[in-house]
């Protein structure tokens, strides 16, 4: 029985996708809720899985077209046998390799940076099929099952010209299309530079009240609800007592109107394979501490594997960027529009501080708040980090809400 394999229905925020990587061929055999195909789009990979044991008869859209929402594929033959293809004969041996380039990880689909991982390979090595020198899942499998050749003897090379190889090596180049994503992502930092009037105010907190908090309870807490503490949690609280308390650190701008949000939806910066993702922590106002991690570490798992919705990552009012877990002492993130206001976490490190006339050596983070001038005044954002510094300082405060 023919089947039609159509892409996935797209949430209206995404207009089209990419044929990122065909994962069966025509005529090869396909099991029930196999993956066949990924579709890249601006925010996610979406993966077409078979709808019955058979084999794909026909591909209408190859790897790198454009789809649109429910475009057709390709064709599928349910319960047919997978066909036997005739031996190729062996291709002639290249006089001269070509130049080996390193390939970004931004330019290899989940699939192949997964295999390549496994057998430890090096991308560089094996030869791309797909669109623009692509790899293909179905490359590094060739890559895989292929005889290693003995290293051929050859006498060393001359000092000049062996310099020459080597001036010649350090300048090679290779040209890759830039994922979906990092396109979006491009687009979406560009358009915060260019349209929203960003500062950016400093602070510091003390950090030994709530590493003293987690030594005490760590132990207990991840007994009692499975899940580690982190210090995340404690600043998407300190953060949304203090948007509660500064509305327009909440707020958006639409046209000429102010829109001010009556939710706290967190968005919390993800580093993936990839590129950056912001998945959003729904009505933080009403997450428990352990609800928060959770949730965290939830969305890094699934961005690690690539299973990320949309709907994960749509809206939120306020966003929080952790550099620190990369060592970044100190940094000015940039807005995620409409959102007027973005707060970075950095490095903990110990430094000496004036404490009551006396210098002690404490744990301090720099905290950097980035924020749409248009809206939101220079003093209501100092006051609003400051609000985050005092309540993270003393966590007491995050229990009575002052």
């Not at 025509?26 to 195909?37: K, N, Q, T």
């Not at 040209?175 to 950016?200: C, D, F, W």
Request: charged share 25%.
């Amino acid at each position: 029985m023919a089947l039609e394999i159509k892409a996935p229905v797209f949430p209206e925020s995404v207009a089209d996708g990419t044929v990122a990587t065909w994962h069966k061929k025509p005529g090869e055999a396909v099991a029930r809720d196999e993956l066949i195909v990924d579709i890249e789009t601006d925010k996610v990979v979406l993966e077409v899985v078979a709808p019955a044991d058979g084999v794909i008869s026909k591909v209408l859209k190859n790897e790198g077209d454009t789809v649109l929402s429910q475009e057709v594929l390709a064709f599928f033959e349910a319960g047919a046998a997978a066909s036997v293809a005739a031996p190729s004969a062996a291709a002639p041996a290249v006089a001269a390799a070509a130049p080996e380039v390193a390939v970004p990880d931004d330019a290899l689909s989940p699939a192949v940076r997964k295999l390549i991982a496994e057998h430890n390979l090096d991308p560089a090595r094996i030869s791309g099929s797909g669109k623009g020198g692509r790899l293909t899942k179905e490359d590094v499998e060739a890559h895989i099952k292929k005889p290693a050749a003995p290293a051929p003897v050859a006498a060393a090379p001359a000092p000049a010209a062996q310099a020459i190889a080597m001036a010649v090596g350090e300048r090679v180049e290779k040209r890759v299309p830039m994922t979906r994503l990092r396109a979006k992502v491009a687009e979406r930092l560009l358009e915060a530079k260019q349209s929203t009037a960003m500062l950016t105010t400093f602070n510091e907190v003390n950090m030994k009240p709530v590493m003293e908090l987690r030594k005490q309870y760590a132990e207990k807490f991840e007994k009692v609800h499975g899940v580690r503490l982190g210090f995340m949690s404690f600043f998407v609280r300190a953060a949304v007592e203090a948007l509660k308390r500064f509305p327009a650190v909440n707020a958006s701008i639409d046209g000429a109107d102010i829109v001010y949000h009556g939710f706290y939806d967190v968005g919390v910066a993800v580093s993936s394979d990839r590129g950056l993702v912001v998945p959003i922590l729904r009505n933080t106002e009403r997450m428990s501490l352990a609800e928060v991690e959770k949730t965290v570490g939830d969305f890094g798992k699934k961005a690690k594997d690539g299973k990320l919705t949309i709907e994960e990552m749509t809206g939120g009012t306020f966003t929080i960027s952790n550099g620190g877990v990369f060592g970044s002492l100190l940094s000015t993130p940039i807005l995620n529009p409409p959102q007027t206001a973005i707060l970075g976490m950095h490095k903990i490190q110990e430094r000496p501080m004036a404490v009551n006339g006396q210098v002690v050596i404490l744990p301090m983070m720099y905290l950097a708040l980035s924020y749409d001038h248009r809206l939101i005044d220079g003093k209501e954002a100092v006051s609003f980090l400051v609000a985050i510094k005092d309540l993270v300082e003393d966590p007491a405060r995050l229990l009575l809400e002052i």
